[in-house]
């Protein structure tokens, strides 16, 4: 089993940044925080972006690629989003989430994951 513990959301003006964290704890050995989805009140969960931990390749839905970027930190199996020049329109609570057994491909697909954080708010105002 694997924890995984979101942090680093708040309320910030649209052009502002934030900096997004997910630590795992328990049997980190195995298990890979990969993915960021989020969800807005009303709508559906949506992918935001992945990180392959075998390539380092990256991937980003459009509306967010050129303003975040995902990075991890293997030694403390950490993962990371840095959201630069915010949009109220980014406003959601977002998750981070493992697929075990850990595999490469298909990551916008959510229910791929199997393992999920318990969310941070991030809010965006105009």
């Known amino acids: 089993q694997v924890q995984l513990v979101e942090s680093g959301g708040g309320l910030v003006q649209a052009g502002g940044s934030l900096r997004l964290s997910c630590a795992a704890s328990?049997?980190?050995?195995?298990?890979?925080?990969m993915g960021w989805f989020r969800q807005a009140p009303g709508k559906e969960r949506e992918f935001v972006a992945a990180?392959?931990?075998?390539?380092?390749?990256?991937y980003y839905t459009d509306s967010v690629k050129g303003r975040f970027t995902i990075s991890k930190d293997n030694a403390e199996n950490t993962l990371y989003l840095q959201m630069n020049s915010l949009k109220p329109e980014d406003t959601a609570v977002y998750y981070c989430?493992?697929?075990?057994?850990?595999?490469?491909?298909?990551?916008?697909?959510?229910?791929?994951?199997?393992?999920w954080g318990q969310g941070t708010q991030v809010t965006v105002s105009s």
């Open positions: 328990g049997r980190t050995s195995s298990y890979f925080p």
């Open positions: 990180i392959s931990w075998s390539t380092g390749y990256t």
């Open positions: 989430a493992v697929r075990f057994p850990y595999s490469d491909g298909n990551y916008g697909a959510s229910d791929t994951y199997n393992y």
